[in-house]
């Protein structure tokens, strides 16, 4: 075995351990160690091992090698501290969630911990490469250790399988969620499958395809002469379980479980488990199963179809961005104090509402449509996302490490942000009672919802399939005025009723009485 392959094979072996502890910390939860189990385990490690090794074997040379290994090193790092520190898998979806951070969000996963783990497990082993001297042999020789060194990657593959073929055909069969957490090669996988679908990503001022082309408001229905003004606010990481109004136990809800002029909808499932996902998605007509990344481009959604048909369409922002929903329709951005008056410094999602009579003013004719997309409950700085005065429940995690905190004091800084988004909702529709003579209605819906440390698992972002549903089970308000046709009493089986993101967008058409084939009553029919 030449240098080259020796440096190789020592440096799966630290991949496969020092860089794999969550991933067999997930694996012991399946397969509790015990010395009957010893052999499994080494099977397992065998066939990490062997699969970087192969990976790193096959690919490297004289000019490949050592940007290869700081590669594997310093991306194994990085996500090695994510996933220990949250239990969070790194695929596709999630790299696509961290492309999109902004610096502020960036900002609040800073921590100490994160720059040992960056250092000690990325910096400091990507240094070691750097500096030491391989010495190549001609390239004759190198050949046949490349040859030699794959058929004994394949060798220990195949020996770590075959002793324990049945082991492994039910791992693969029944877990297939743990072996998400291989690291590195499996965030560089996912990291290619990325970049392969950002390469392919419209860019540009493309024209969307038109949707819903024989949409129509329907002059015909009752009051159908008075202007609607219609608010809808975009949840953040609220999850259905710990809101009041859907019968949690806690008072999270304090202002709007008062009113009788609203409804929870108690089934509601969320596209995907990450903002960049959800979002697009449930303004998109095609449902999860039909949604990719490129449609919120290449197709029209609610907005744009709105817009077609007269709506004044309005989006505020007080998140990282509308994710493409927006590009079509007049975007405000809220994250600052330059336009948001309410910071401290955290700017406020209550800042939102300031001027909106201005706009309201502007557009004298026309239905009006208000996008208000909320910070909400994002985490893991769950703390910050309320004032002082809406410190409730104590005490509370004041720091992003989770892992630090007691589950007590991480749902109780959790439930005080949503108390926050109850005082936010209960706002809106205060401002909303000030226009009687208009058709008014508010509709909020979360984007997704959030792991709080059960099984060690907490934020969001999981492959769906595999996602627990405390963050795929959202929470969702209607609120009509006096004046809309359509009241709370009318929607008491549609609130029971099992429905998902797939209905937003059909909700939004019915809620400005917009008829197309495409569309039945979205989330208002039971």
Same mark, same amino acid.
């Given at each position: 075995?030449?240098?080259?392959?020796?440096?190789?094979?020592?440096?799966?072996?630290?991949?496969?351990?020092?860089?794999?502890?969550?991933?067999?910390?997930?694996?012991?939860?399946?397969?509790?160690?015990?010395?009957?189990?010893?052999?499994?385990?080494?099977?397992?490690? !065998?066939?990490?091992?062997?699969?970087?090794?192969?990976?790193?074997?096959?690919?490297?040379?004289?000019?490949?090698?050592?940007?290869?290994?700081?590669?594997?090193?310093?991306?194994?790092?990085?996500?090695?501290?994510?996933?220990?520190?949250?239990?969070?898998?790194?695929?596709?979806?999630?790299?696509?969630?961290?492309?999109?951070?902004?610096?502020?969000?960036?900002?609040?996963?800073?921590?100490?911990?994160?720059?040992?783990?960056?250092?000690?497990?990325?910096?400091?082993?990507?240094?070691?490469?750097?500096?030491?001297?391989?010495?190549?042999?001609?390239?004759?020789?190198?050949?046949?250790?490349?040859?030699?060194?794959?058929?004994?990657?394949?060798?220990?593959?195949?020996?770590?399988? !075959?002793?324990?073929?049945?082991?492994?055909?039910?791992?693969?069969?029944?877990?297939?969620?743990?072996?998400?957490?291989?690291?590195?090669?499996?965030?560089?996988?996912?990291?290619?499958?990325?970049?392969?679908?950002?390469?392919?990503?419209?860019?540009?001022?493309?024209?969307?395809?038109?949707?819903?082309?024989?949409?129509?408001?329907?002059?015909?229905?009752?009051?159908?002469?008075?202007?609607?003004?219609?608010?809808?606010?975009?949840?953040?990481?609220?999850?259905?379980?710990?809101?009041?109004?859907?019968?949690?136990?806690?008072?999270?809800?304090?202002?709007?479980? !008062?009113?009788?002029?609203?409804?929870?909808?108690?089934?509601?499932?969320?596209?995907?488990?990450?903002?960049?996902?959800?979002?697009?998605?449930?303004?998109?007509?095609?449902?999860?199963?039909?949604?990719?990344?490129?449609?919120?481009?290449?197709?029209?959604?609610?907005?744009?179809?709105?817009?077609?048909?007269?709506?004044?369409?309005?989006?505020?922002?007080?998140?990282?961005?509308?994710?493409?929903?927006?590009?079509?329709?007049?975007?405000?951005?809220?994250?600052?104090?330059?336009?948001?008056?309410?910071?401290?410094?955290?700017?406020?999602?209550?800042?939102?509402?300031?001027?909106?009579?201005?706009?309201?003013?502007?557009?004298?004719?026309?239905?009006?449509?208000?996008?208000?997309?909320?910070?909400?409950?994002?985490?893991?700085?769950?703390?910050?996302?309320?004032?002082?005065?809406?410190?409730?429940?104590?005490?509370?995690?004041?720091?992003?490490?989770?892992?630090?905190?007691?589950?007590?004091?991480?749902?109780?800084?959790?439930?005080?942000?949503?108390?926050?988004?109850?005082?936010?909702?209960?706002?809106?529709?205060?401002?909303?009672?000030?226009?009687?003579?208009?058709?008014?209605?508010?509709?909020?819906?979360?984007?997704?919802?959030?792991?709080?440390?059960?099984?060690?698992?907490?934020?969001?972002?999981?492959?769906?399939?595999?996602?627990?549903?405390?963050?795929?089970?959202?929470?969702?308000?209607?609120?009509?005025?006096?004046?809309?046709?359509?009241?709370?009493?009318?929607?008491?089986?549609?609130?029971?009723?099992?429905?998902?993101?797939?209905?937003?967008?059909?909700?939004?058409?019915?809620?400005?009485?917009?008829?197309?084939?495409?569309?039945?009553?979205?989330?208002?029919?039971?």
């Amino acid at each position: 075995m030449t240098p080259q392959y020796r440096l190789i094979a020592l440096f799966s072996l630290a991949f496969a351990g020092l860089y794999n502890a969550v991933f067999f910390n997930q694996f012991a939860r399946v397969y509790p160690f015990s010395v009957d189990a010893l052999s499994f385990y080494i099977a397992i490690f !065998g066939l990490i091992w062997a699969a970087h090794a192969l990976i790193l074997g096959l690919l490297s040379s004289r000019y490949s090698l050592k940007p290869l290994l700081v590669l594997f090193a310093l991306t194994g790092g990085a996500c090695a501290y994510f996933m220990a520190t949250y239990g969070v898998v790194i695929d596709a979806a999630m790299i696509d969630s961290l492309a999109a951070t902004d610096g502020a969000e960036a900002a609040g996963l800073m921590s100490v911990k994160m720059l040992a783990y960056n250092l000690g497990l990325g910096a400091l082993p990507a240094w070691l490469i750097v500096t030491r001297t391989v010495r190549f042999r001609t390239t004759l020789v190198e050949l046949r250790a490349k040859f030699l060194f794959t058929a004994l990657t394949l060798a220990v593959a195949g020996l770590s399988i !075959g002793s324990h073929s049945a082991d492994f055909a039910s791992f693969f069969r029944e877990h297939k969620t743990v072996r998400y957490y291989t690291n590195p090669i499996g965030p560089l996988y996912a990291a290619i499958a990325w970049a392969r679908d950002q390469s392919t990503r419209p860019r540009g001022n493309m024209i969307a395809s038109a949707v819903s082309t024989d949409a129509i408001i329907d002059e015909h229905a009752e009051h159908g002469a008075d202007r609607e003004l219609i608010v809808m606010i975009v949840g953040e990481t609220a999850r259905a379980d710990h809101f009041e109004l859907n019968g949690y136990a806690r008072a999270t809800n304090p202002r709007l479980s !008062g009113r009788d002029d609203l409804v929870s909808f108690h089934q509601i499932s969320s596209c995907g488990t990450s903002t960049a996902v959800s979002v697009p998605c449930m303004f998109s007509p095609d449902t999860r199963s039909e949604f990719d990344g490129d449609s919120i481009y290449l197709r029209e959604n609610a907005l744009d179809v709105l817009t077609r048909l007269g709506v004044n369409v309005l989006w505020r922002d007080n998140n990282s961005s509308s994710k493409g929903v927006a590009k079509r329709v007049r975007y405000e951005d809220f994250r600052s104090p330059e336009r948001n008056p309410v910071c401290d410094p955290e700017c406020r999602d209550v800042g939102m509402l300031d001027g909106l009579d201005r706009y309201v003013e502007e557009h004298p004719t026309g239905d009006i449509l208000i996008v208000l997309h909320q910070m909400g409950n994002h985490g893991p700085e769950y703390f910050k996302r309320y004032p002082a005065a809406f410190e409730h429940f104590t005490p509370t995690c004041q720091t992003n490490q989770l892992g630090d905190c007691s589950r007590e004091a991480i749902i109780n800084a959790y439930d005080n942000a949503l108390r926050y988004t109850d005082h936010f909702i209960a706002e809106s529709i205060d401002w909303l009672e000030g226009y009687p003579s208009f058709e008014t209605a508010l509709l909020y819906v979360s984007d997704h919802g959030e792991s709080l440390g059960e099984n060690g698992l907490y934020l969001h972002g999981m492959p769906y399939t595999f996602a627990p549903e405390s963050q795929t089970q959202v929470p969702a308000i209607l609120w009509t005025g006096a004046r809309y046709d359509l009241q709370a009493g009318d929607l008491v089986a549609a609130a029971d009723a099992a429905h998902s993101h797939d209905q937003v967008y059909c909700t939004l058409l019915t809620l400005f009485e917009v008829a197309t084939h495409e569309c039945g009553r979205g989330l208002l029919s039971p």
